[in-house]
């Protein structure tokens, strides 16, 4: 079964960095776009960041440009996503996502219906 499996979360004062790490079951996602989505609590699951199959390209939200990066590793068949200059805002459960394209359209990588596997999420606490 084709799984992910997010690492990295925990507990980080503001200002402070942390890396997120997806790891995927199937070496087919070395050929699927990557994305970072996060859900604070009350609200809905929103895109944090994407990544086409090769790290050609990537997007970001306006919110976390140039404090976030995400990257992969497809030897590893993994997707990470560097945090820093955490705000008390990013506080959330980080999920990662993949979608059987190796790119997406500029209309539709901040989209939750473009990613067909999602992993089960993990809790980045940022206390200010």
């Known amino acids: 079964q084709v799984q992910l499996v997010e690492s990295g979360g925990g507990l980080v004062q503001a200002e402070g960095s942390l890396r997120l790490s997806c790891a995927a079951s199937e070496r087919i996602f070395s050929s699927y776009t990557m994305g970072w989505f996060r859900q604070a609590l009350g609200k809905e699951r929103e895109f944090v960041a994407a990544i086409s199959w090769n790290g050609g390209w990537t997007y970001y939200a306006d919110s976390v440009k140039g404090r976030f990066t995400i990257s992969r590793d497809n030897a590893k068949i993994t997707v990470y996503l560097q945090m820093n200059s955490l705000k008390a805002e990013d506080t959330a459960v980080y999920y990662c996502?993949?979608?059987?394209?190796?790119?997406?359209?500029?209309?539709?990588?901040?989209?939750?219906?473009?990613?067909?596997?999602w992993g089960q999420g993990t809790q980045v606490t940022v206390s200010s």
């Open positions: 996502a993949a979608a059987r394209f190796r790119m997406l359209s500029a209309g539709s990588y901040h989209r939750r219906d473009s990613y067909d596997y």
